[in-house]
Every structure is written in C-alpha cells, then in structure tokens.
C-alpha cells in the first residue's frame, strides 16, 4: 500500500516535469531567437510567430522528428515535440538552408533528467480493468505508460469493428485515466485496445444497461 501511494505521489509531483518542459523560439524577419537551444528527449519546442512568413524545416539530422510547418499571422504557432537524443538542425524555407547558412538554427537534445529517469523505472506498462464493470452507461479506463510514447486506446465490439477512439495522442510517462460513455450503445461484451510505442494490452468490458 505504501509504495502505491509513493508512486501516486511521484506521478503527480513530476507529471508536469516529465516530457511536459516546453521552449519557445519565436520567429522574427529573418531570424529564430533563441536560433540554438538545449532541451531534454521529451520537451516541446514551440515556434511563436512575431513577423514575416517563414516555414521552419528541419534537415536530415532530425530522423523520426522530423518537421516542416509555415509560420504566419494566420498560423502563429507550431509545436514539436523532440525524443531523439542528439543535434537536430532546421531552417527557414526560403530564408536558411540545411547547412545552417542564413535563417537557421540548432536543437540539442540530451537524454531526460535522472529523477525522471527514477520515475519511470517505477512505472510499467498496463491497462487496468475499467471501472466499475459491468456499467450502464458510463466507465473510467485507467492506463500506466513508462516512458514517453504515441498512445491509441480504442473501444471494439465483438466482431472486431472499431467504436471509437478514445486517446490518439503523445503522452507522457505517468498515470492516466479516461472515462467512457456508451449511453448510444446496445449491452454486450466490449473490448478496449491500448497500445504505447510497441506495447499493446487488450481487456474486456460488459455493458449492461
């Protein structure tokens, strides 16, 4: 019981910390400032816009986060958030170039903090049974993610066909629940489907109306 609420404690003193940190790098007529920054895998990089029309591009060096999106008056603010660990380049389309010349700048990416690294190792991947089951027409799906990940949690019948999704987003490690409301749906067997990165758990649920 005790290590329970330690690691509800824990979850809810760093969830903000732990891949939540967000940096903001505001875009200017012909410039990025700060144009270099350092950041933790997990952080949120957030372009504001303040002049110009500029699109920001990452290169080659980016890998799996890669991105490209105009800034504008119309489209003040673009987000990102970085996981892989190591120098990301990016530039202005038309104002930079992949090599750092012109409207350019640097992402430098280290790997997360020791503390959340603690957290995490207490966390494992899980989805608990909803609560309470059976129900009628509404029920709380709690879920455990270890480490920062694109999360999908879908609701099926029993010939397979999907319901709804009910999470389809990055989250961070940590704890989470999510309610679902069936009130359009006849009674029967349910099943929902979590999958984070490479982990997938599915567990059954009755509704019962």
């Known amino acids: 019981m005790r290590s329970i609420l330690f690691l509800l404690l824990l979850n809810g003193f760093f969830a ?12 200017r007529d012909f410039e990025f400032d700060p144009k270099d920054i350092n950041i933790a895998a997990g952080d949120t990089i957030l372009w504001q816009w303040e002049s110009g ?7 080659e060096t980016s890998g799996p986060d890669s991105w490209s999106a105009p800034i504008t008056s119309s489209n003040p603010t673009f987000s990102k958030v970085i996981m892989t660990e190591g120098l990301h380049r990016y530039y202005c389309v038309p104002h930079g170039s992949p090599g750092g010349i012109g409207m350019a700048g640097t992402i430098t990416v280290s790997g997360t903090t020791p503390v959340n690294d603690e957290v995490n190792k207490l966390l494992s991947f899980r989805l608990n049974q909803n609560y309470p089951n059976p129900f009628n027409p509404s029920t709380t799906i ?17 010939l397979g066909t999907e319901i709804t999704s009910l999470v389809n987003e990055f989250k961070p490690a940590g704890i989470f629940k999510v309610s679902f409301d069936a009130k359009d749906l006849s009674s029967g067997v349910y099943f ?10 599915v567990r059954k649920m ?4």
């Open 192 to 201: 929902y489907r979590l999958q984070a990165g490479n982990s997938v758990e």
């Open 16 to 27: 903000v910390s732990i891949g939540q940190t967000k940096h903001t790098i505001f875009v």
């Open 53 to 59: 029309i500029h699109t920001t591009t990452s290169d």
């Open 142 to 158: 709690e879920y455990h993610i270890a480490e920062p990940s694109f999360v999908s949690l879908k609701i099926f019948n029993v």
């Open 206 to 209: 009755i509704l019962n109306k």
